[in-house]
């Protein structure tokens, strides 16, 4: 028999993804339609180019999840949205489309922070019979986002502490930056985690920057020593004067390696530092650098040797979709929020506070 479902919806940045999930956590349907092919020629999002194409793709992909479903507006609990943070334009077209969506069927509207959707996609099963341990409480929870880059304590559902923050770049960010440095196109992460696995030296070290005990994070500068490490590649391999030159392959691969290993350095020694202090019974780590394959190894390495579990969403439920809005939404929902059909995007709406 078919549980209570929720349908979610995202479009805060360049997906348009749209879900149904079934007693809160089981994956019913999952679209996403991805705007990346369409940035790609302009290295970067434009935000009215990323709001017009969720105006384009959203209904097709809601037609796409009812027919991956098999299900009907009966079975339909709440519709949850996405409200922040974001793009104001990219929020406003999912925001009015679940708005409609809730009038016209009469059903509860239920806004959710997409960071919080971030977080609880951790608590996702694929099938019914998914033996996939859920995160344990409290729990240190790491995202890791183009756009953000926390570290945030849980001692029980839907509540956070704030434990540290990036100061300036998000780690995304930062990946995307370097990623265009290194000429590796759009998007630079994917292409960084590629590049870095072709690496033989494993020798060029990028700085960390430790900031003390503190548990807040930088990486403006390793994006500035990014850019001198690079210059100084370029002239080594004799093209200091092509601009429109690439550097050799192996060199791309070695330094997409260095790069790398210091971001997933520094976010997972503070992470298990963070759990290791707040006394954790597991970790939990969603956002789109969360694909990283280097990352997932190294913190699960390290999160083993301690006996803490780590719950990391597959890559796919890493960045951008509707699926984790919908388990957050469906939390939001049993714990008996409501938003009204006044609901307004937040672009920049906080998860967490110290
Ligand atoms: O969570 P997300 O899909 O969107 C935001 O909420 O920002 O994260 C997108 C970010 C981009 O910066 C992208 O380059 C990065 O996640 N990313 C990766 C990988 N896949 C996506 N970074 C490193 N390695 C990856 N495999
Ligand atoms: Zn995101």
Known sequence: MRGRLILAIESSCDETGIALIENGRR???????????????????VPEVAAR??????????????????????????????????LAGSLLVGINFAKALAWVHDKPLVGVNHL????????????????RPDPVFPLVALVVSGGHTFIAEMRDHLTYRLLGTTLDD?????????????????????AIGRA??????????FPRAWLGDSYDLSFSGLKTAARRIVTEARADAGLADEP?????????????WGFQDAVVDVLTTKT????????????????????????RARLAGEAEARGLPLIVPRPALCT???????????????AGERSGLDLDARPSLPLAAR
């Open 116 to 131: 919080e959707g971030h977080v609880y996609a951790a608590w996702l099963h694929d099938t019914a019979d998914d033996d």
């Open 196 to 205: 870095a696995e072709a690496a033989t030296r494993h020798d060029r070290v």
């Open 53 to 86: 194409a969720h105006l384009r793709w959203i209904a097709p992909v809601l037609d796409d999840a009812w027919t991956d479903a098999d299900a009907a507006w009966d079975d339909i609990d709440a519709v949850a949205v996405t409200y922040g943070p974001g």
């Open 244 to 256: 429109d030159a690439s550097l050799p392959d192996d060199v791309v691969a070695d330094l997409a």
């Open 170 to 190: 998000a780690a995304g960010e930062a990946f995307d930056k370097v990623g265009r440095l290194l000429g590796l196109g759009y998007p630079g992460g994917p």
């Open 27 to 45: 994956i019913v349907a999952n679209v996403v339609a991805s705007q990346v092919a369409l940035h790609a020629p302009t290295g970067g999002i």
């Open 272 to 295: 298990i530092r963070a759990a290791e202090a707040i006394g954790a019974r597991s970790i939990v780590m969603g956002g789109g650098v969360a694909a990283n394959g280097a990352l």
């Open 320 to 334: 951008d979709n509707g699926a984790m809005i919908g388990a957050a939404g469906a939390r939001r929902f049993a």
